[in-house]
């Protein structure tokens, strides 16, 4: 929904941005006005519902994708409530933290829990249950390649059911130990650091998509006031505005959207499929050929 809800605001600025063209170059005025007033009024419920929205998911994700959570917030280290919130920071993925960074206190419970006693976990405690897992998921991984073989091996089967909520964390170490009986403590916590997706791009594609929706909404709310009072048409600076702002939307979609697939990683299905297992086999050349073939025909 909140997807959707996002296309409603890029059409909304979209359409404000070509009337106003018209109203710039005196084309089709009055058809030009009305449709700017629809783009301005639809557009201001649509930011508010998207911004909504985009506060739900983030409760959303503390429960469900707290990694991703985490990147998103700069949040390597578990503290305390009330938790502060970086507004600014610049993470470092090899040293595990953040190299500086601007905070805000108490709003970070505030935006994730709505309390002020609430908390998440940072990179550190989830690495510690991922570790954990892994090992728990070493054995369904072992009982899946027997099972491969047979089938009915009750006793496989068994190990399997008994293990398979954590076998894709167990997938996270045979990536680096492909025969899990010799795997050492060092290829452990290399996997349990894989579950932390790459947290710089994550946070600041998420600050990006919150700046500019923050900002579209402040347009239309501007908007809305002018063409509610019939003083859009004068405005000479809104219009020019308006026409520069076509673009803010799609900047705002796909910061969102590179927030959602990097910010699940490793997974492509979240804690089942690594994906590293499910990326593709073919090389290099024959994905750059398909692709390049699929931009010329589109």
Not at 10 to 28: C, D, E, N, P, Q
Not at 71 to 91: C, Y
Not at 195 to 203: G, Y
């Amino acid at each position: 929904v909140h997807t959707s809800v996002a296309g409603y605001v890029t059409a909304a600025i979209f359409v404000a941005g070509v009337s106003a063209y018209y109203m710039l170059r005196k084309r089709h005025v009055d058809l030009a006005k009305r449709s700017f007033r629809m783009a301005a009024l639809f557009g201001v419920l649509a930011t508010i519902a998207v911004i909504t929205l985009g506060d739900a998911l983030g409760f959303v994700d503390a429960r469900v994708q707290p990694t991703k959570l985490a990147a998103m917030e700069g949040l390597w280290k578990s503290e305390a409530a009330p938790m502060p919130f970086n507004l600014i920071a610049f993470p470092s993925q090899a040293q595990r933290r953040n190299v500086a960074d601007v905070r805000v206190p108490y709003l970070l419970s505030l935006l994730v829990t709505h309390s002020l006693t609430g908390t998440v976990p940072g990179a550190d405690a989830l690495e510690r249950q991922a570790v954990s897992r892994i090992q728990d998921g070493i054995p369904a991984v072992q009982a899946l390649h027997v099972l491969a073989r047979n089938p009915t091996d009750a006793a496989a089967l068994a190990e399997f059911d008994a293990h398979r909520k954590d076998l894709g964390y167990g997938f996270l170490l045979e990536r680096y130990a492909p025969d899990l009986n010799d795997a050492t403590a060092a290829q452990l916590k290399q996997a349990a650091r894989d579950i932390i997706p790459p947290v710089a791009a994550v946070f600041w594609s998420f600050r990006v998509m919150v700046a500019l929706g923050l900002l579209m909404l402040a347009y239309f709310v501007i908007t809305a006031l002018y063409t509610l009072r019939n003083r859009v048409q004068g405005k000479t600076w809104l219009l020019k505005t308006a026409v520069w702002m076509i673009p803010v939307p799609f900047i705002a979609n796909e910061a969102g959207w590179l927030v959602a697939e990097l910010g699940r990683q490793p997974w492509t299905v979240f804690d089942v499929l690594p994906t590293w297992m499910s990326a593709s086999t073919h090389s290099v050349g024959y994905m750059a050929f398909s692709l390049i073939g699929f931009v010329v025909l589109y």
